[in-house]
T-cell receptor, first 114, second 114 residues
Framework: QQQVKQSPQSLIVQKGGISIINCAYE??????FPWYQQFPGKGPALLIA?????SEKKEGRFTISFNKSAKQFSLHIMDSQPGDSATYFC?????????????FGQGTELSVKP | DADVTQTPRNRITKTGKRIMLECSQT?????MYWYRQDPGLGLRLIYY???????NKGEISDGYSVSRQAQAKFSLSLESAIPNQTALYFC?????????????FGPGTRLTVT
């Protein structure tokens, strides 16, 4: 049972383009939605996060768009750069905390071509 | 020095062998987690621990066991390794206090079971 579904599995974007990664969730009790970025040979690291009471959060070139009614959220990377090439994971946290557990999506391998 | 360290970084073992992966952290966090990463499946939670006396199963705990020797140390054991346990394993920690409820990941252990 995959509670957070992420797409696409891989993405190739030209330098300067917009990268878009989508996630959908099923459990309406999720209350926190982070995105993690993982470079080859490294562990994932928090990139940006959003709570469901806002529809958008922007940090630099990275924006999360959140659609509560559709139970979907997405990561947009504007002006994509080769240094953004990494694997991106969306995740969700249950409102009752459950030990701070996160449910992760399947991951998207992003490659930004120069 | 890294806040979350994992040993070994790479390990090749044979089917049926017992193996232990170790995790240490200097962040002073009570909560620790073990995940495995497989292509196309994302990060899946194996076990998590709220503190030294509290151990909880994650979504894929069969075939694994853990030990929380101290606040700073959390070990994952494969009692009898099998080939489908070949994966990238990550340890993570978190502070339950305040948003963004960030999890801090170690560099990972690449395990191959032949």
């Amino acid at each position: 049972q995959q509670q957070v579904k992420q797409s696409p599995q891989s993405l190739i974007v030209q330098k300067g383009g917009i990268s878009i990664i989508n996630c959908a969730y099923e459990n309406t009790a999720f209350d926190y939605f982070p995105w993690y970025q993982q470079f080859p040979g490294k562990g994932p690291a928090l990139l940006i996060a959003i709570r469901p009471d806002v529809s958008e959060k922007k940090e630099g070139r990275f924006t999360i768009s959140f659609n509560k009614s559709a139970k979907q959220f997405s990561l947009h990377i504007m002006d994509s750069q080769p240094g953004d090439s990494a694997t991106y994971f969306c995740a969700a946290r249950h409102s009752n905390n459950q030990g701070g557990k996160l449910i992760f999506g399947q991951g998207t391998e992003l490659s930004v071509k120069p | 020095d890294a806040d979350v360290t994992q040993t070994p970084r790479n390990r090749i073992t044979k089917t049926g062998k017992r193996i232990m992966l170790e995790c240490s952290q200097t962040k002073g966090h009570d909560r620790m987690y073990w995940y495995r990463q497989d292509p196309g499946l994302g990060l899946r939670l194996i076990y998590y621990s709220f503190d030294v006396k509290d151990i909880n199963k994650g979504e894929i705990s069969d075939g694994y066991s853990v030990s929380r020797q101290a606040q700073a140390k959390f070990s994952l054991s494969l009692e009898s390794a099998i080939p489908n346990q070949t994966a990238l394993y990550f340890c993570a920690t978190s502070d339950p206090g305040l948003p963004p409820y960030e999890q801090y990941f170690g560099p990972g252990t690449r395990l191959t079971v032949t």
